[in-house]
């Protein structure tokens, strides 16, 4: 191996390099090439000097020597270390960019001339420490290792460090100035500094359009220049702030020419040794704007006696491991994405279009190649048995889940009415019996409707609304639920590697705090014995269509651990199921992608499964996997709170209705009746007292009044403030609290202002030196 591929390790304790001088001898050029190449980025002037003797007045001939070699290019000076263009140092900063084959981290230089060639690969090395790993899109500090990169990396390394993902473009608003002045940016990013814009080609933009620009130019003198790479429009367009939450959450949202290349390369399945499961009228019931349909379903009575009542359901699933390949560009580019992100008006996907609109979407009357689930289950809605099956699918309709419902209420269309004796009342009877088996097994039901944004053909805001949660939603749900239990039983069973989908119960502390706040409504969480959903239902079911409701639910969800992914199974707490695993939606989410993989390898379905040694990197694939979920949800909600800014920053002065969401020390979190926007009340704006927060009813309480604002409140507050940015909303208060011992006094909504003038709340801020938060 020679010393470029080992990395210019350095030579043994007590060993002199074959090519060091004798006493008194200078080395030539070509030595102390050598030396350094054998040395990269730990040889200096002094090492030098000491590996070969040079003591005296010779330093200045070897000095002239390095300068030489400097000025032709054949060595570059790294913080007093010396290396040969091209070479890495032994320790510097990676890109990670893919996994190989195995399954292996790969990485880029960050620092790399590109004069020097195309950046190495390096096969980045995690060990096995207990800390958090090191994924795709993250940057890490490396060590050259000896080791062997493998067939896809020239060299390895051991990671040193992980550390923050740096920025490429800057994302900001474009102003223009009056007169010949340059026009300027006003950065998304606070912390970053304004920069001055190069007029000569602003890509069409105008002044308040959403720009990327790149530094063209920075200096000690006067404001850094920059140049505009990319216009995406109005700030007001979902477009624009969409890409805000994209640039901020450092999500990949542009495909590399290879991985769109490798997409249209694909080509549509033939039968060949699949099961032939066209004959089966399975439908796909979706949201009537999805463009993607991974998921199809069918079911029928069990004309076995044995399973007098019982039902059959059929679930077919996107066979996306048929395209996405292990080790592949696209198999890379998933993983590297994690899961499809959902905005209100567009999708980044997790896969190129040609593979998830077209070649994997279960569409309407074509073949598609599919995974299927078999499931028995008896009259109560237990699961007798189940079998996977690769297969090749028709979907016989496509349906939206409005429409399916109508159906089964009756109200039929043209596509409906030949579909409801034979596909949607036995799949209705199905899920009465699922839904017996799912009340008996008694998951957290929480109570939490989501709210959507309905766009207008422009991309701003036309209303926002929550929409009505229908048993057509319930039924596809449940059956996906049992899906993905069959496939997490099955994969355990044969002893395949699984990323299970996990959800811990509530840490003590967690629990301590919601036995604190139900204590406030005279309510108790048991303090032994073990905790289950039953008894958090049984909770939520006492304050059912009361006022105390909504805030109850939200507590309740604040004291849940998160679910993520991960091969070591401790159950799934919310679903109160032992084993589960996501199987139903490989098109947008990388772990169901595994888990459509472990099963045919343990199912002998084909040669397409996981690949080998797969078992060591799946803790660190679930790890970026829910990493990339939990990036995705910021990024999606960040984008909602950002529309609604906007869309009300033509309101300020309007009052509005609301519950108090959130208590802090700071001040009240707002969410507004009609619409759920959240905004923040700060604290030093609230009555004329000092509000001091109290933990345990998650409420603020005045020092001398005792005026109470608690969690879940009916207020009336009024909008002061919009900051379309950063999609907060800044509310006053026009309510008075409540009284200790007394019922909160009803507002009447003829409010005259809010509940402290401007100059009485700069009085108490400058007298009042007691510590409290200030900023949200």
Not at 334 to 347: C, K, T
Not at 502 to 521: G, M, N, R, V, Y
């Amino acid at each position: 191996m020679n010393a470029r591929r080992i990395g210019g390790q350095k030579p043994a304790r007590g060993k002199k390099s074959a090519r060091s001088k004798t006493p008194g001898a200078f080395p030539s050029r070509d030595d102390i090439l050598t030396f350094i190449a054998e040395n990269p980025g730990r040889a200096g002037k002094r090492e030098i000097a000491k590996h070969f003797g040079i003591v005296g007045a010779a330093r200045i001939q070897l000095k002239k020597i390095l300068k030489d070699l400097s000025e032709d290019g054949l060595v570059e000076k790294r913080q007093k270390r010396l290396i040969r263009p091209g070479d890495l140092p032994p320790v510097f900063v990676v890109a990670l960019v893919a996994r190989d084959a195995d399954g292996e981290l790969l990485g880029e230089p960050v620092d790399w001339d590109e004069e020097a060639g195309p950046a190495p690969k390096v096969l980045v090395l995690t060990g096995k420490a207990k800390t958090a790993q090191p994924g795709v899109g993250d940057r890490a500090l490396i060590r050259l290792s000896e080791a062997d990169g493998g067939a896809e990396a020239e060299h390895a390394g051991r990671v040193i460090k992980t550390l923050e993902k740096k920025q490429g473009a800057i994302l900001g608003i474009l102003r223009e100035r009056t007169g010949n002045k340059l026009p300027w940016l006003e950065p998304i990013d606070r912390k970053q500094r304004e920069l001055d814009v190069d007029p000569t080609d602003l890509k069409d933009a105008v002044d308040g359009d959403l720009v990327s620009v790149q530094v063209t130019r920075t200096g000690r003198y006067g404001a850094p220049r920059a140049a505009i790479v990319e216009r995406f429009g109005s700030m007001k367009s979902e477009k624009a702030v969409s890409e805000i939450a994209l640039h901020a959450h450092a999500i990949p949202h542009v495909f590399p020419a290879a991985v769109e290349e490798a997409a249209e390369r694909a080509t549509p399945v033939t039968l060949g040794k699949r099961e032939d499961w066209r004959q089966i009228p399975l439908v796909t019931i979706d949201p009537p704007d999805a463009k993607d349909h991974d998921d199809a379903v069918f079911a029928e009575p069990d004309e076995d006696p044995a399973n007098e009542g019982g039902h059959i359901v059929y679930v077919a699933i996107a066979d996306v491991a048929h395209y996405v390949r292990p080790g592949s560009a696209l198999d890379k580019e998933a993983n590297l994405r994690g899961n499809s992100v959902y905005f209100p008006d567009r999708v980044i996907p997790m896969l190129p279009e040609r593979i998830s609109n077209d070649l994997c979407s279960l569409r309407e009357k074509e073949d598609r190649p599919a995974m299927g689930v078999r499931m028995v289950f008896d009259k109560k809605g237990r699961k007798l048995s189940h079998s996977f099956h690769r297969v090749m699918m028709r979907s016989a309709a496509k349906l939206a889940y409005a429409q399916a419902q109508k159906a089964i209420e009756g109200i039929t269309d043209e596509k409906t009415e030949t579909l409801v004796e034979g596909v949607l009342k036995p799949l209705w009877a199905a899920y009465d019996a699922l839904k017996a088996g799912r009340d008996a097994r008694e998951p957290l039901e929480l109570d939490l409707p989501e709210r959507k944004i309905k766009l207008k053909p422009d991309g701003t805001v036309d209303h926002v609304f929550v929409p009505e949660r229908l048993d057509a939603h319930k039924l596809i749900e449940e059956f996906m639920i049992q899906a993905n239990v069959a496939a997490a039983e099955t994969l355990e069973k044969k002893k395949s590697p699984l990323l299970y989908r996990i959800h811990d119960a509530s840490s003590p502390e967690k629990l301590q705090s919601l036995k604190e706040f139900l204590s406030t409504l005279d309510m108790k969480l048991p303090s032994s014995g073990g905790l289950r959903p039953s008894i958090f239902n049984g909770i939520l079911a006492k304050v059912k269509d009361t006022p105390q409701a909504h805030v109850v639910n939200e507590v309740v969800l604040r004291s849940q651990a998160q679910a993520e992914y991960h091969p070591q199974n401790i159950g799934h707490f919310g679903l109160n199921l032992r084993r589960y695993a996501h199987f139903t939606s490989p098109i947008r989410r990388y772990a169901d992608l595994i888990v459509h993989r472990g099963l045919i390898s343990a199912l002998g379905l084909g040669s397409d499964g996981l690949p080998e040694g797969i078992e060591s990197k799946m803790e660190a694939i679930g790890a970026e996997v829910s990493a990339a979920e939990r990036r995705a949800m910021l990024a999606e909600r960040d984008t909602i709170d950002r529309l609604i800014a906007l869309w009300m920053s033509d309101q300020i002065g309007a009052s509005f209705q609301g519950r108090i969401a959130g208590v802090v020390k700071s001040g009240l979190f707002i969410r507004l009746a009609d619409t759920g926007a959240d905004g923040f009340v700060p604290a030093s704006t609230i009555g004329l007292d000092y509000y001091r927060y109290d933990e345990g009813s998650h409420s603020l309480i005045g020092d001398k009044s005792g005026e109470t604002y608690q969690l879940g409140d009916s207020v009336e507050v009024k909008l002061v403030e919009a900051a379309p940015f950063a999609g907060a909303l800044r509310f006053e208060l026009l309510s008075p609290g409540r009284i200790a011992g007394k019922s909160r006094r009803k507002s009447t909504g003829t409010s005259k202002g809010p509940r402290k003038t401007i100059a009485s709340r700069r009085s108490r801020a400058s007298t009042k030196s007691k510590t409290r938060t200030k900023k949200r």
